[in-house]
C-alpha cells in the first residue's frame, strides 16, 4: 500500500466536503474523510480499484493511497473546488512517501523512513499510517511558516539594534496576527498530541501509533514548535513594549511643545 501525503491548506470543513461528496455523516476533529473507490467514481468520473482510497484531515493534509501522480492532481483539483486557501501552484511542495508492506519475519512493527512493515496487514493501519504522515507534512508546512516569522523578527531585531526601530500599529499588529495563526495550527488544529479514534478499539493500533509517532518525531516537533513560539511571543511583547514607549515619549514632548507655544503666545499678547 502506497502512501502519499500533501499538506494543502491550513484547515478543511469536512463536513461541507462530505455533504458535496453525499456522505450522510457529521465529523468531527479527531477523525478523517474517507473517499473510497465508489465515492472517488463518482466524484472524478473514472474507475479506481478497491485499493485506492483518499484521506482527508480537517488540519489541511490529504492522503491518497496507490495512487499515481496525475490522480493526485486531479484530487486536488476536485478539492480546490471548496477549499479556495489551496495553491495549485504549490499543492506538492509539502509533501511525502511511504509505504506498508507484509514481512511474516517481522516480530510485529519495522520502521524505516520509506516503509513499514507489518507481520500481518490490518485495514486499521492505513488510516494509523494516513494519520501520522498527515500531520507530518502538515507540521512541515508550519514549520516553514514559522521560518519565515523568525526571518521577519530577527529583521527588526537587527533594525532596532542600528537604532532604526519605526514600527507602526498596523505591521505590529500582522505580525502577532502571524504568530496567533502559528499557534492556531499547530496547537488547535494538527492536534499533535491526540491520537486517533482508531486507536482505542484494539492495544496493536494504538502501539502502531505511538511508535509511528515516535519515528516520525511528532512530539519531539511540536515541542520545538511550542518553544519557537514562546520565544516569539517575548520577543513580540517587547516590540510592543517599546513601540508604546516611544509612542508616549513622542506624546509627552508634543505636549511640552504645545505648553511652550501657548506660553509664548501669551507673552507675545502681554508685548502688545
Known amino acids: 500500500m502506497k502512501f502519499k501525503a500533501y499538506a ?15 456522505i450522510p455523516k ?3 476533529w479527531e477523525e478523517p474523510l474517507i473517499l473510497t473507490n465508489i465515492i472517488l467514481e463518482k466524484l472524478l468520473h473514472k474507475s479506481f480499484s478497491e485499493d485506492q482510497k483518499v484521506y482527508v484531515f480537517a488540519f489541511g493534509s490529504v492522503v491518497t493511497i496507490n495512487f499515481s501522480l496525475d ?27 511511504y509505504e506498508i508492506i507484509t514481512d511474516p519475519t517481522v516480530e510485529q512493527f519495522s520502521f524505516t523512513d520509506e516503509v513499514l512493515k507489518v507481520k500481518q496487514f490490518e485495514p486499521a493501519y492505513l488510516e ?5 504522515i498527515a500531520k507530518s507534512v502538515a507540521l512541515e508546512k508550519v514549520e516553514d511558516y ?17 537604532g ?19 499557534e492556531y495550527n499547530t496547537i488547535a488544529y494538527i492536534m499533535i498530541l491526540d491520537k486517533p479514534d482508531i486507536t482505542w ?29 514562546e520565544i516569539l511571543n517575548n520577543i513580540i511583547d517587547g516590540f510592543a513594549t517599546i513601540s508604546h514607549s516611544m509612542r508616549g515619549v513622542f506624546i509627552e514632548w508634543l505636549i511640552v511643545i504645545l505648553i511652550i507655544a501657548e506660553v509664548v503666545l501669551m507673552l507675545l499678547d502681554l508685548i502688545q
Open 146 to 162: 514559522v521560518k519565515k516569522i523568525m526571518d521577519k523578527v530577527e529583521n527588526m531585531v537587527v533594525r532596532l539594534e542600528k
Open 26 to 28: 457529521k465529523y468531527t
Open 164 to 182: 532604526k526601530f519605526r514600527l507602526s500599529d498596523k505591521k505590529l499588529a500582522k505580525t502577532i496576527a502571524q504568530v496567533l495563526r502559528h
Open 71 to 97: 490522480e493526485d492532481n486531479q484530487v486536488v483539483q476536485y478539492l480546490k473546488s471548496y477549499v479556495k486557501e489551496i495553491n495549485l501552484k504549490e499543492w506538492q511542495r509539502f509533501s511525502d512517501e
Open 201 to 229: 478499539d484494539m492495544q496493536v493500533n494504538s502501539d502502531l501509533y505511538d511508535q509511528m509517532s515516535v519515528f516520525f518525531e511528532l512530539n519531539d516537533r511540536y515541542e520545538i514548535m511550542k518553544s519557537k513560539t
Open 8 to 22: 494543502v491548506s491550513n484547515e478543511v470543513d469536512l463536513n461541507d466536503l462530505a455533504l458535496q461528496c453525499s
Open 128 to 132: 494509523i499510517a494516513a494519520t501520522v
